[in-house]
């Protein structure tokens, strides 16, 4: 049997289970909503346009918070990996900041933001930069030093060191740094959205569970996880790019 | 014409085209999505703040609590409160005044209650010894009402489990027995009752407490307020026009509410736009039983008065 078939057995029995359950009053629909009222819920919200400006609203802060993210934690990650002293003596300040939750920074980004992209990025930048960070410093660490003392021997400037040395040798651990905090930058991105941002799909789940639409709940909460499954895959292709071609 | 000479001329016809309200000044208002807030959506979309030069803008804040900080922040100019955000964060040295009254209880015609289960047969706060209550926020001013009636009629509130249960899942903690009761807020109050979840026999406990107490109210940075003197007076009085439209004119009403609350309902609080020190002298009493807050605070600096 066509294993796509099989793999759909589960879900498609557990979904007309749920149906028929509501249907006959045997499931609370004021606590469950009915799957057909879940996908009509989700239809007219991507019908009006309020799903697809949510959509890109969390989609905005999240890929901006991941690129900042990204761009610092290769910065710093470079940077402490040449500079071993200065990684030593920053060593348990950033162990400390690496501890705290990013969420836990959503008050003060309140505070010195205020609503809107910047803050709920500012926050995605935060919970991304770690994973990329511990991943470029492991890599920075283990460039042979032979090639750096060439390097130095033919008096490389820094970009040019940073460019066909440096960068070269950690790519593909960046990539899979890059990996983990893509998985980040959405949940944190929506938290931010459920806790206090006015803006995106986790603005628009807290408005549903407010305002008692139990069906465009599960509706943003099934969107939801398609955009993860579909940001999961994209992190998947990056597999190729830090994986070496053979000749 | 020489390229120079249009680049100008198109510059200043677009500029001439450009919408008046980017010659207005902004004003965003923020709430959570509640009916006691529907003066200040009519007042938004009938036009009343634009004629008083302000480019309005309405934001749901489905959390009360982030209301200040966004104020503080600059990102809305006034924001809904309750005497029990504003007074802690008074205490603790934060800049937020009250600009304009929300609503007020009046006896008769509660828009917040006790609703309890209707297997427990409750008549009195005597009954409620011993079982589980469900309001809509630890010490926000549903709570503290509540325990100042439990003390008031000689129940001791330490007898009493407070559990924090959101509004919009007070209907499956009743059902599900997981609450014994709840203090809800309409429309979910009415929802409780008319779908034989609840029954309100125990008494209207903030009417017998608190009968004339503000229960919201307009707030504002005090510096933003200080500067902008001129837009609180046009929020004020957009407020008192919108009120008696109102009563006038519900359906219409409602309509514009719509927009902004994904719900609607026919009650109608009780709406109150002044705001005087002394109606804080209450809660600021009842805060301090409560241990809210820890001082004696000046009701005098908590309302803004121009000069």
Known sequence: MNSHLISAIVPVSLLSGWELGSAVGAIDETTFSRPSAILRAGAIAAADGSLVTATYQTLEAASLGLFAGTLIGVTLGIFLGLQRLVELASRPTLEMLRAIPAIAFTPLALLIFGFGLTMESTIVA???CWPVMIATLAATRRIEPRLLEVAATLEMTAIERLWTIIIPAVFGRVVVGLRIAIGFALVVAVT??????????????????????????????????????IAGALSSQLDRLSVPRSS | MKPGYTTVAAIAALIGTMPSALAQEPLNIGFPPSIDMLPAIVAHESGCLAEAGYA???TVIPIATNVPPALLSGSLQIGMS????????????????????????????????????????ITGPEQLKGLKVGVPGIMSVADLVFRKWLTQTGVDP??????????????????????????????VLGGLVAGGIAERNAGEFFSYAADGAIMAFWSASGAWAKDHPEAVAAFRTCLEESIPWIIENRDAANEMGAKHLPFTTNFTPDWRTEILPGDFDYYVSISREFDLVRSDIDTGELVFAAE
Not at chain 1, 208 to 219: E, G, S
Not at chain 2, 93 to 116: F, H, P, R, Y
Not at chain 2, 160 to 185: G, H, Q
């Open chain 2, 56 to 58: 309005s803008s309405l």
């Open chain 2, 158 to 187: 330490n007898e009493v489990t407070f559990i924090e249960v959101p509004l919009p899942r007070m209907a499956e903690m009743m059902k599900s027995s997981t609450v014994d009761a709840v203090v809800a807020i309409q429309p």
């Open chain 2, 82 to 121: 309750t005497p029990t955000i504003l007074l802690p964060a008074v205490e603790n040295g934060v800049d937020l005044v009250a600009v304009a009254g929300a609503t007020i209880m009046q006896a008769g015609n509660e828009g917040i209650s006790l609703v309890t289960r209707p297997d427990l047969k």
């Open chain 1, 192 to 229: 931010v959205e459920i806790l206090v941002n006015p803006r995106g799909l986790g603005y628009a789940l807290i408005l549903a569970q407010q305002t008692f639409r139990t069906d465009l709940m599960y509706a943003l909460i099934v969107w939801l996880a398609v955009l993860g499954m």
């Open chain 1, 126 to 128: 935060y919970a991304t």
